[in-house]
């Protein structure tokens, strides 16, 4: 069964002034090292936590990359935890699921015109590899089953549930629209069916 294996205090964010818990896990099947970051013990309290799960993208996270909106949605979770407190699980689940490199051959085939899914497609990948058990081991593991959370993304909702979650609120993010990720932004909406919350 999977459970906490350790949890270490730090400070995060873009000023590296909010405090959270890192926590690693056991008995995670896939051999991924997800972590999950807990906001003032959310775990602790007595109510459904905020709680995102936030899918690795490494140039978006840590490069802000123009082409998706993934590091602001990351940036902007961080700071609404820090004043609210809740639970972000970082899974390790780069390029929805087909890993860096494949992302990187599917971004050179959106500059010559594909949209993100037709370019999974064209590598011989479905439009989303990814699964959310391990997600729900995790948060079981910290005695959640009532969530509240953090998402645009109806499949991640239908799929949490599905896993024994409880969704009690879905609280959408903001539309992190920049020069360069108008396309992706339209084609999640039109295709992938994401609601986004304009300002
Ligand atoms: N294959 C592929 N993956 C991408 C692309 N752009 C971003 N990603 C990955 O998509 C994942 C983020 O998923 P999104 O579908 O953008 O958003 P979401 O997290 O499912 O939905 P929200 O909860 O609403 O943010 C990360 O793993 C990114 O690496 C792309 O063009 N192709
Ligand atoms: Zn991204």
Redesign the pocket.
Known sequence: MVNVRARVPFKVGLKSNISADLLSFNELESGKEHVALVFRDADKRNEAPLVR?????L??DVFHSS????GE?LDETIEKMGEEGGILLYLR????G?GLY??ID??EL?SQGMN?YE??NHLGFGD?LRDFTEAAQMLKALGMTQIRL????P??IRELEELGISITEVVG?KAHVKDGNEN?LKT?ASH?K?RFHFD
């Open positions: 799960m936030h899918s690795e993208c140039t978006g082409r998706c909106d993934c949605q689940q780069e390029g929805r087909i494949n992302k599917a971004y959106q993100t370019a999974n989303d953090i998402t645009n993304n499949k991640k993010t992706y999640k992938g994401h």
